[in-house]
């Protein structure tokens, strides 16, 4: 019983950062309608953004958002209005092609300019616990969930509550409505990539004291975001947040009742079946 | 016709211009001839991956073999040394040993470094007859197929287990153990090693979990190995994964006797240099610079200050191999056959300790090498197994988080 609560703690804990890294990806395609391939590489500059300013500057990881965030947002704003504008009325495969292109791009830059060494964040709280009920809880981990869902509380408040936000869902919903409404889509567009990107980033920032950092760890982050998507229902943000919940809880669970070498069998296995029974996803009729 | 037979003359004086030049030219040689001779200049192959993801690794080798072809000049072996890049890839590695067999004309040949290149050449150096030395490629399969002329310098994969099993069992008495490793064919391999051995050793394996590398989350598996309450855990795994590894079990609390860890990521300076959680590590290795081995220390200095980076057991093995196969082809003229025969018969001793090649429990030519566990005491490797070569007590068990 103990294993059980034990493992499904550190899901939940590691399903958070999932969680981030899926909403980020979930914005952009619900406003644009864009694919965003590169997005593991965007949480990969978050990561070296992390380091460099933890080993130059001193700064603590998780303190390190506040430069992290609007640097990765003006990062994604830019992406925005250089390249993605450019294939918004494209052929998917076109847009496909470009994140992909960019994506081989970054990291490659990434890898010229710091090799492709692995690099260590090492906190005094890298390996510490707290303990809870009896359950072992990694710090960093624990940190990262708080701030984690500070964040998608703002962002929620922020699409709900705030003018802004309403005309970025409004683009969601309907472009071509949202525009003859007087809202300025490309605005939103940059917005929302932007956004989107900044949360990639943070998350970045977040698993860095506890993972480690090289050029094409974004890869595997890639697919990992897009499966969380296409679990919660591509666009919904509250999808996006359970999917990533439920990916961290099932690797978690397989690890230690079937195997660590299959864990990832479960997770696809799993999504299998979301996309026979409900093609949608799970939160896929509403969006956002 | 005539422009015809103009040029044919022309063409016919050249050639006995370039005759009398060639003629000179072998008097020379040959009035130079005694002083080569008394150089001794031997021609010898080396395969390494230069390029291609192998190539840090390679590097090192190849930085090893540069320091043992000055250490051959001065002792008066002019080494003429033909490199070859396999770039990791076998096939690659094979049309460089038949290069250097049937074109160059070496008298043995040194590499390649991955053990799926060096298993490819074995082949060829036995078809060829070659004399080959591998220095560092650790599939145990390389000498296990009689190859009368294939060499191998360091301890097979499963002498990583072994040597860590051997050294624990002495310092305590561990009655079950763990298994974690990465499920790909170096973690799997050196695993069933570690397994079988213990099984002969008279330890309860308890847990086997196979990982797929460069999650970051293992916190699970421990969990459930912690449950089990292993007195010894084995991990294999690479680079950045064992420091993972460690701090998700410092994490959820796992305390067995000791740790062992085989290869690749156990043994790194940046490992070490995570002290929180590498201390008391014990991992196994087949060379450090701090162990008693006639020029260990030495070799570690220079390679420091030549190549501004640590020495490791791949340099060393090198350096080693060349050193053996410079002096052996050097006083054998050559000969491809004596080189291999003196190969067979002789002793060595220098940086890898005693080099002897043997027959024994099926390997052909394999050096007993004796492979050294190290401990990691606060940030640095000392060598604590076996006791000849031991420099520090071990800390055993372990003393806790």
Redesign the interface.
């Known amino acids: 019983m103990r294993?059980l609560l034990?493992?499904a703690a550190?899901?939940i804990l590691?399903g958070g950062?999932y969680a981030l890294v899926g909403i980020g990806l979930t914005i952009i395609y619900g406003v644009m309608r864009v694919i965003n391939f590169a997005h593991g590489e965007l949480l990969m500059i978050g990561m070296y953004l992390t380091w460099i300013i933890f080993t130059w500057l001193g700064v603590d990881p998780f303190v390190s958002i506040v430069f992290v965030i609007p640097l990765t947002f003006l990062f994604g704003a830019f992406l925005q209005t250089t390249l993605i504008n450019r294939v918004l009325n494209a052929l998917p495969q076109n847009q496909i092609l470009l994140t992909i292109g960019l994506g081989l791009i970054v990291s490659n830059v990434v890898m010229l300019i710091f090799t492709s060494d692995?690099k260590?964040i090492?906190t005094g709280y890298?390996?510490?616990?707290l303990n809870f009920a009896g359950l072992?809880l990694?710090t960093p981990l624990a940190i990262s969930l708080a701030i984690t869902t500070v964040i998608t509380t703002i962002l929620y408040l922020f699409l709900l509550k705030t003018d802004t936000g309403q005309a970025i869902r409004a683009t969601a919903q309907d472009r071509d409505a949202a525009q003859l409404m007087g809202i300025n889509v490309k605005r939103m567009s940059v917005l929302a990539f932007g956004i989107g990107t900044a949360l990639a980033g943070t998350a970045g920032s977040l698993?860095s004291p506890?993972?480690?950092i090289?050029p094409q760890v974004g890869g595997?982050f890639t697919l990992k975001a897009f499966v969380i998507v296409v679990l919660g229902g591509m666009g919904s943000v509250v999808g996006a947040t359970l999917g990533g919940i439920i990916i961290?809880v099932t690797?978690?669970?397989a690890?230690?009742y079937i195997?660590?070498?299959m864990?990832?069998v479960f997770v696809y296995v799993l999504f299998l079946l979301v996309l026979l029974f409900k093609p949608s996803g799970l939160l896929g009729s509403s969006r956002m | 016709m005539r422009p015809d037979a103009k040029k044919a003359r022309r063409i016919s004086s050249r050639a006995k211009k370039a005759t009398f030049f060639n003629i000179v030219g072998l008097l020379t040689l040959g009035l130079l001839f005694p002083a080569a001779s008394l150089a001794q200049t031997v021609k010898i192959g080396v395969i390494n991956s230069v390029t291609g993801p192998e190539a840090p690794i390679g590097e090192n080798l190849g930085n090893g073999i540069k320091l043992a072809e000055e250490d051959l000049a001065k002792e008066g072996i002019k080494a003429n040394l033909v490199w070859e890049d396999d770039t990791g890839k076998p096939q690659i590695a094979m049309s460089a040993m038949e290069k250097l067999a049937t074109r160059d004309g070496v008298a043995g040949v040194v590499g390649p470094y991955t053990s799926a290149s060096a298993n490819a050449v074995a082949k060829l150096a036995q078809r060829y007859h070659v004399p080959l030395l591998v220095p560092a490629a650790a599939k145990e399969e390389i000498t296990r197929q009689a190859y009368q002329w294939v060499y191998r310098l360091n301890a097979p994969a499963n002498i990583y287990a072994q040597v860590l099993l051997d050294a624990v069992t002495e310092f305590g008495k561990p009655k079950t153990i763990a298994f974690i490793y990465e499920n790909t064919d170096f973690g799997t391999s050196t695993a069933d090693a570690g397994k079988k051995y213990a099984e002969k050793k008279g330890i309860k394996i308890v847990a086997d979990e196979s990982y797929s590398k460069g999650s970051p989350d293992y916190r699970s598996t421990l969990t459930k190995v912690k449950s089990f309450n292993p007195d010894l855990v084995f991990m294999v795994s690479y680079v950045v994964d064992a420091v993972l590894l460690m701090r998700q079990a410092k994490e959820v609390g796992l305390r067995p006797q000791a740790f062992l860890g085989g290869g690749a990521g156990f043994t790194t300076a940046q490992f070490a240099s995570e002290k929180d959680i590498s201390n008391s590590v014990l991992t196994s290795t087949q060379w450090s610079d701090d162990v008693k081995w006639p020029g260990a220390a030495e070799f570690g200095q220079r390679y420091r200050a030549k190549f501004g980076k640590e020495a490791t057991y791949h340099a060393a093995c090198a350096y080693a191999a060349m050193m053996i196969m410079g002096e052996t082809a050097a006083k054998q003229g050559g000969d491809r056959k004596k080189v291999r025969e003196a190969l067979a018969s002789g002793k060595w001793n220098g940086i890898m300790g005693e080099v002897k090649f043997e027959n024994y429990d099926g390997y052909t030519n394999q050096n007993k090498h004796p492979m050294l566990v190290l401990q990691i005491q606060r940030g640095n490797y000392i060598a604590v197994y076996p006791p000849q070569f031991a420099t520090a007590k071990p800390v055993f068990p372990f003393p806790g988080w």
């Open positions: 294993v034990q493992s550190s899901g590691i950062v692995y260590i090492t890298s390996s510490s616990t072992r990694s698993i506890t993972y480690y090289f595997a961290g690797e978690s669970l690890a230690v195997s660590s070498g864990k990832e």
